[in-house]
């Protein structure tokens, strides 16, 4: 899995997610956001993914 490069709005976390689940990726970050709602650590989960997941190879 790589973050995503296309579509990105803060880290591409969830636009890699995206590709790799095959779902678009505003579903994606809805279905995040409505989860965040819920107590649980989906904020630091993200900042985790963002650190740790590799950003996706430039294509030439």
Not at 20 to 39: A, C, E, Y
Request: proline share 10%; hydrophobic share 50%.
């Amino acid at each position: 899995m790589y973050r995503s490069r296309k579509h990105r709005m803060l880290a591409g976390v969830c636009g890699g997610i995206a590709d790799k689940t095959g779902m678009p990726p505003t579903l994606v970050r809805i279905l995040w956001l409505i989860l965040s709602l819920f107590p649980g650590p989906m904020w630091v989960v993200y900042a985790v993914m963002w650190i740790l997941v590799p950003e996706e190879p430039q294509k030439y």
